[in-house]
């Protein structure tokens, strides 16, 4: 990056943060900047979803790590982009050379990383692997498999 590119990054005006509040005949609150974005959200979903089929979770599972087809990473990249409330995890297992899939609680100050069953995983990818496929799991039932959001 040259110096040009450097300082143009760097004085570039801060975001405010603000939101866009519209009147409406209950009064103020309607996030239309959210809105949008929760659309935007699902729409990527949906086409992530449309992705999802067996060669798919096959290629994550030889692989969970190496370079990938353009499909998985579009769909890896949408899972990974994923508030981390509620997300999937590996931790260790109660052995310490194992690992076991967890979920993050959904209050992050108090909560507590909750263990989801008692499978044991004898390598790290293999936990991954499980955590990817429950993933696409969720993301085919919640938007469907023709890439339609099921309500």
Known sequence: MCYCQMNAIANRPKA??????????EGLGIDKGQEAA???NDDIAARAAALV??????????????????RLLRVLHFVRRQPIVNKYVVVFGKDLDSWTVARMPGDLQEGKVVLLSEAQFATYADAEHEIFRRRMEHLVEVHGADGTRDS
């Open 53 to 70: 089929d067996a060669d798919l979770l096959e290629e994550h599972r030889r692989d969970p790590f190496g370079l990938h087809s353009d």
């Open 16 to 25: 405010s943060g603000a939101c866009l509040l519209l009147r409406t005949p």
């Open 38 to 40: 929760d659309r935007a």
